[in-house]
């Protein structure tokens, strides 16, 4: 028996309840171990962790730097037919719906209320707010024949405009709104203008033709025209006349867009001076150039919107 071994069987650790166990996992006093792990182990592990997420972090700056370089912070990469928003440009309105009803085109308000059309006047505000205090942007006064000089941009002066103005609250409280139309900005973007009367579209309007015939004669078919009409013959009946301020299109000067500092988009001003009362009036503005494909559908060269008067 005396040089026989002794066997020796292991024993499980003793079982701990719920709260003890847990107690030991937080620290471990006979190892040493906090959340199961020694000093020497946490160290390691957050030195790995350390040196990984900086050559991480560094690889992508590196990546971002050199990305970077290829783009020019001043011009889009992909212009015109390259781009996904193409060379057509598109034509938008001003004011808006509400952002509650963001998909709605309907102008609809009582000119006896206040309340109820301030909020298409407070949109023209906002929108408009852009082309104040120009002289702060170096704006200069162009015209035809004398755009602006290199580092300029051309001024957007809507002191004349009429009844067109925030002092006149766009018409809105006569009964007689103005809708602000604005050709879509497209980089490097130039309109191939109507320079020969003889080859005007059979489609544009008989009065638009006869407004560019009288232009001719001060040489101002530099211009992307605009119209406007009644999409139906009740719409036009309804929509009653109306004055295109301060001209009836977009001077070629402002063209092309070039992301030049302090760029004011030029606008025209749709005065309705007496649309019927009560009726739902659909109206749809077109752009005019070679260039400018009218497409209703996909809202390409023209915009549609409906008018309401109570």
């Not at 023209?124 to 704006?139: I, Q, V, Y």
Request: charged residues 25%.
């Amino acid at each position: 028996m005396e040089g026989k071994k002794v066997e020796q069987f292991y024993s499980p650790p003793p079982k701990l309840g719920k709260w003890e166990g847990f107690r030991v996992f937080l620290w471990n006093s006979e190892t040493g171990q906090f959340l199961g792990r020694t000093g020497a182990s946490w160290a390691k592990i957050l030195l790995f962790y350390v040196i990984f997420y900086a050559v991480l972090s560094g690889f992508f700056g590196a990546m971002l730097a050199v990305f970077y370089q290829t783009l020019d912070p001043n011009a889009p990469k992909w212009q015109l037919d390259n781009s996904l928003i193409g060379s057509n440009p598109g034509l938008g309105f001003r004011p808006m719906p509400p952002e509650s009803n963001v998909e709605s085109t309907l102008i609809w308000y009582k000119a006896s209320d206040e309340g109820n059309y301030l909020h298409w006047t407070r949109e023209l505000d906002k929108f408009l707010e852009g082309k104040k205090d120009t002289h702060e942007r170096s704006a200069v006064n162009c015209d035809y024949g004398r755009p602006a000089p290199a580092g300029k941009v051309c001024d957007v002066d809507m002191t004349s405009w009429g009844q067109c103005t925030k002092l006149n609250k766009y018409g809105f409280s006569r009964s007689a709104p103005c809708i602000f139309l604005k050709l879509n900005k497209i980089f490097g973007w130039e309109p191939k203008f109507y320079n020969n009367t003889k080859d005007l579209p059979a489609l544009m309007p008989a009065d638009l033709k006869e407004h560019i015939r009288q232009e001719e004669k001060a040489n101002r078919l530099d211009t992307v025209w605009v119209s406007c009409a009644g999409e139906n013959p009740a719409d036009v009946e309804n929509m009653g006349a109306i004055q295109y301020i301060p001209r009836r299109g977009f001077p070629g000067y402002y063209f092309p867009f070039k992301n030049t500092q302090g760029y004011l988009s030029p606008l025209v001003a749709v005065f309705f001076e007496k649309p019927k009362y009560g009726v739902l009036i659909n109206i749809e503005c077109k752009a005019w150039a070679h260039n400018i494909i009218h497409d209703r559908f996909e809202r390409r060269g023209s915009v549609h919107f409906e008018l309401m008067v109570d």
